[in-house]
């Protein structure tokens, strides 16, 4: 009886127990199956809503840059309506000019001319004096033979025929010379008329110039306005190209198209692809510059400063022009380590000792930093970063590449490479231009 009751209380216990076990675990095993299948169907979720974040940023970035063109492109297109302006302006002026430069000429030579009347004119009278004095003298003369009696005129003479003949002489010259006085008087009024018309032909000049002296003073006041207007264009175009380089930079990191190279080869390869300047032509380059990037610089800027003053000083003070390039250029390395994290005395090339000239080149492609400035928006472009630092390797080769693109440098023929060498080192220098030549053809060698 007790070994019954003990088996259907067992039975009974796993009657219940077994269903409340088997409930459990069908409740724990389904709720982790659910669990699971929510925190799969969350993290799809947000990788959806991640990508279409980011493709919405992209579409945005995308219709950013197109307005920030399109505005560029407005800007220029105003800029060359002015500078056309500007054209027409300077060559009024210049027209102007020359009117005013004909206008004096032809006012000093009317003021010669009527000098020279006025000396004309002085002379005549001065002949119209000595006409009256001579014909006052003859009158004189004839009143006095005139005024003897016949007797005594005869007496007086050995000849009685040459009293008539004297008294004919005097009156043939009293006809002459009051012809001539005639003549004088009337050339002095012609010459007189002449003085009064060159006199009036000079005022008339004068009225000229005043009017385009006015005329140009009003054409020099708008082409300063128009030059302004250019250098507000120029601004706006600065500004906004500035704006496209970060925004493409954004794009670029957004999109994942910013490139690093993980060395010389890989940066000379994307540069070339790029830029079609031949890889050879960049290694031998980047060999005599830098020696593929292994001789940036050993100075300071400070202590390129300090020199490059004594050279200057040494040399003479017709260097005041490169000095003040020399702080502009100080004032432009000191902002760009700034805005890449470097400290002010990041190394540079040295100043040379030896010859007037410049330290400053900065990291692999050897810029000076106003010249890196000016390349800055094109590197970034290419590469992809929004702050292009020149002792990156892909930002300093691919620097190097468009300076050489620009200078023809997309061949490896002789004459292009001593083009661009001359182009890229400010003058022709046999062995460095050697040494291009010869790495260029032999590049391999560099990295056996």
């Not at 001539?180 to 032909?201: F, N, R």
């Not at 620097?399 to 001359?422: D, E, F, N, V």
Request: glycine residues 6%; proline residues 2%; hydrophobic residues 35%.
């Amino acid at each position: 009886m007790q070994k019954n009751t003990k088996k259907i209380v067992l039975i009974v216990a796993w009657a219940v127990i077994v269903p409340v076990f088997v409930w459990q675990q069908v409740v724990f095993f389904g709720g982790s199956v659910n669990a699971d299948t929510t925190s799969e169907q969350e993290a799809a979720d947000k990788v959806a809503a991640d990508e279409a974040a980011r493709q919405k940023a992209i579409d945005d970035a995308n219709d950013e840059k197109e307005d920030i063109e399109s505005a560029i492109k407005k800007a220029e297109k105003a800029k060359a309506a002015l500078q056309k302006d500007l054209g027409q302006i300077q060559g009024a002026v210049a027209s102007t000019q020359k009117v005013i430069n004909n206008t004096k000429a032809v006012i000093n030579e009317t003021t010669t001319n009527i000098s020279r009347k006025e000396a004309e004119v002085n002379n005549l009278n001065d002949k119209i004096q000595l006409q009256k004095t001579m014909l006052k003298g003859l009158l004189q003369q004839m009143y006095y033979n005139q005024g003897q009696p016949v007797l005594n005129v005869v007496l007086t003479s050995k000849n009685f025929a040459d009293v008539f003949s004297d008294t004919d002489h005097l009156l043939t010259i009293e006809d002459k010379l009051r012809d001539l006085s005639g003549q004088i008087s009337q050339t002095k009024e012609q010459v007189e008329q002449e003085k009064i018309k060159l006199a009036e032909a000079k005022e008339k000049h004068e009225e000229i110039l005043d009017e385009k002296v006015d005329q140009k003073q009003e054409l020099v006041a708008d082409q300063i306005d128009v030059q302004g207007d250019i250098e507000d264009k120029n601004a706006t175009i600065a500004k906004l190209q500035k704006q496209l380089v970060e925004l493409q930079g954004d794009l670029n990191a957004l999109s994942g198209k910013s490139y690093s190279a993980k060395n010389i080869r890989d940066a000379v390869e994307f540069a070339s692809g790029k830029t079609g300047v031949p890889e050879g032509v960049l290694y031998g380059f980047l060999k005599m510059e830098t020696n593929l990037g292994a001789n940036t610089g050993k100075c300071t800027y400070d202590q390129v400063e300090r020199v490059s003053l004594a050279n200057y000083k040494k040399y003479g003070s017709k260097y005041k022009a490169s000095i003040a390039l020399l702080y502009k250029r100080h004032d432009i390395f000191d902002e760009l380590v700034k805005n890449l994290g470097y400290s002010k005395d990041k190394k540079v090339s040295c100043s040379p000792s030896g010859y007037i000239g410049q330290g400053g080149a900065m990291g692999i492609p050897q810029f000076m930093s106003d010249v890196w400035q000016g390349y800055s928006a094109r590197i970034s472009s290419a590469t992809g970063h929004r702050n292009p630092d020149p002792w990156d390797l892909t930002d300093g080769v691919m620097a190097m590449a468009i300076k050489l693109k620009s200078a023809g440098a997309t061949s490896s023929s002789p004459a292009a490479i001593k083009k661009a060498s001359i182009n890229y080192l400010g003058t022709y220098h046999a062995p460095y231009y050697n040494g291009i030549v010869y790495w260029s053809k032999n590049y391999k060698l560099l990295f056996e």
